[in-house]
């Protein structure tokens, strides 16, 4: 083999690896279901800030707690969390003020939903949903606008 053909491979098998990576990371990013800007989540663990508001639920089977961290632009952070024991499917959902998209964590959950964040946009209020289901009826919170100055 010459030292041309040798190089051609090398240049070949390199080129070919680099394609392979390059579609791994294409394709993970493709098919991974990222938040729109500005939203993140779920994430375990507590949300950052300082707790700014709890909504109850309907019949008292869970809240919505919202927290609100002013660090850069402002971020919200909302969980629902269940009144009761054992699973239950259950949902938060938050969207910024001056937004159309909303984003949420749905599931069948021990303890909460969440965390779901906004931030972005010097964000100054929220919008917040959830609901429980116990023994087949679904308790929702219906939109509710939050703002960080809020108690």
């Known amino acids: 083999m010459s030292k041309i053909s040798k190089t051609k491979g ?13 579609g791994v990371t294409l394709s993970g990013v493709s098919t991974a279901s990222a938040a729109p800007a500005g939203y993140a989540g779920p994430f375990d663990g507590p949300c950052k800030g300082s707790l700014v508001r ?3 639920v309907p019949d008292n089977v869970a809240q919505i707690q919202v927290w609100y961290d002013s ?3 402002g971020t919200y952070c909302a969980k629902t969390y269940d009144n ?8 938060v959902r938050l969207r910024h003020a001056g937004w159309t998209t909303s984003w949420n964590d749905t599931g069948l959950y021990d303890t909460y939903a969440g965390g779901i964040y906004v931030s972005g946009a010097n964000t100054a ?3 917040v949903s959830g609901w ?3 023994n087949g009826t679904r ?4 939109e509710t ?3 960080e100055e809020t108690t």
């Open 10 to 22: 090398r240049l070949l098998s390199a080129g070919a690896v680099f394609g392979v990576a390059a």
């Open 54 to 56: 709890t909504i109850g």
């Open 71 to 73: 660090a850069g632009s």
């Open 84 to 91: 009761r024991s054992g699973k239950h499917r259950m949902e």
């Open 125 to 127: 209020c929220a919008y």
């Open 132 to 134: 429980v289901e116990v």
């Open 139 to 142: 308790h929702t919170r219906p």
């Open 145 to 147: 606008l939050v703002c």
